[in-house]
């Protein structure tokens, strides 16, 4: 699936894109649907500001504390501020990643499982095609378009494409949901989308 690769230059322009995204974020906007079934973007962005929090401590070790994982901890924030909140997350999360010897590290990962210990470079590639998505996710439910760089899609699209699939993705809890057919016409952020359970056809309910 993914090897010892460096692959935080095209992490960092992820998350980085995604904060442009997000910087347009309005308190108006929090109630708003997502792609994400069942989540408005408050959720949304709560999971996604949580989730930089959460990886950002596995690089330093310290991954293994459930609470960090919460989004209890940061919806607060994320209501009073979303822009703020999340980008303050998302530099922590590059910040992180920086460190000399992350990709060989282990990241705790207890939402994968209780006991989840992951290869650095491994977990980064996961978090890497997470923001694609929900670089798209929030563009859709403000009803912008997104355009990520040429070399983040492809980066991901490999990723991406080794996730299992299964009976397990219509549980409540999946990350992603059952693959879709993909548009013959469509690019690779179209792929990854379909693969990874979402229509890039979504629109917001009128």
């Known amino acids: 699936m993914h090897t010892n690769v460096d ?18 974020v309005a308190a108006d906007d929090l109630s708003k649907p997502t792609p994400c079934a069942g989540w408005d973007l408050a959720d949304l962005l709560a999971h996604m500001t949580v989730q930089h929090r959460g990886f950002a401590a596995a690089a330093r070790g310290r991954g293994a504390d459930l609470t960090i994982w919460q989004t209890n901890t940061v919806a607060g924030a994320v209501v009073a501020n979303p822009a703020a909140a999340y980008s303050a997350a998302a530099t922590d999360v590059i910040e992180a990643f920086a460190g000399a010897d992350v990709l060989e590290a282990t990241f705790a990962l207890p939402e994968l499982a209780p006991d989840a210990m992951i290869p650095g470079s491994l977990a980064i590639g996961f978090h890497l095609v997470d923001y694609v998505v929900h670089t798209w996710d929030v563009a859709r439910s403000l009803g912008h378009p997104v ?30 949901g059952p693959v879709l057919p993909s548009k013959e016409s469509g690019d690779d952020l179209d792929r990854i989308l379909a693969y990874l359970g979402r229509s890039s056809e979504w629109e917001p309910p009128r």
């Not at 692959?7 to 347009?24: E, G, K, Y």
């Open 7 to 24: 692959i935080r230059s095209v992490h960092r322009s992820a998350v980085l894109a995604s904060v442009d995204v997000v910087s347009a």
């Open 147 to 176: 355009e990520l760089p040429a070399d983040v899609v492809a980066a991901a699209l490999p990723i991406a494409f080794a996730v299992p699939d299964g009976d397990f993705r219509t549980m409540a809890d999946a990350v992603f």
